[in-house]
Nanobody
Framework: EVQLVESGGALVQAGGSLRLSCAAS????????IGWFRQAPGKEREGVSC???????YYADSVKNRFTISRDNAKNTVYLEMNHLKLEDTAIYYC???????????????????WGKGTLVTVSA
């Protein structure tokens, strides 16, 4: 059974930092792209960042130069380092596994194969 488990969500003040983790099991981790999506109340889900099996990276314009994605294949884990957090970063953050390369542009939720249950990030003023 494939499992993706997010952790690291918390309440943080604007300008602060958090590191989210996505731990995967039940799949050949090295073969999969891992993407982070988020959904804020009343808003559509958006692709935040993605790292391919080869290490290619995507960032949404809204998080460029603030968020950093990385993967540790030895630990079957992907991290999302989030700095200079803004109120509008408040959302449930989900990780997902599937096939993605930069050719496809923004990763799409429906094109991924597996999804976690999410972790809540709340940014306060």
């Amino acid at each position: 059974e494939v499992q993706l488990v997010e952790s690291g969500g918390a309440l943080v003040q604007a300008g602060g930092s958090l590191r989210l983790s996505c731990a995967a099991s039940g799949l050949t981790f090295d073969d999969y792209a891992i993407g982070w999506f988020r959904q804020a109340p009343g808003k559509e889900r958006e692709g935040v960042s993605c790292i391919s099996a080869d290490g290619d990276i995507y960032y949404a314009d809204s998080v460029k130069n603030r968020f950093t994605i990385s993967r540790d294949n030895a630990k079957n884990t992907v991290y999302l380092e989030m700095n200079h957090l803004k109120l509008e970063d408040t959302a449930i953050y989900y990780c997902s596994a599937g096939f993605w390369t930069p050719f496809y542009g923004e990763p799409e939720w429906g094109s991924m194969d597996y999804w976690g249950k999410g972790t809540l990030v709340t940014v306060s003023a």
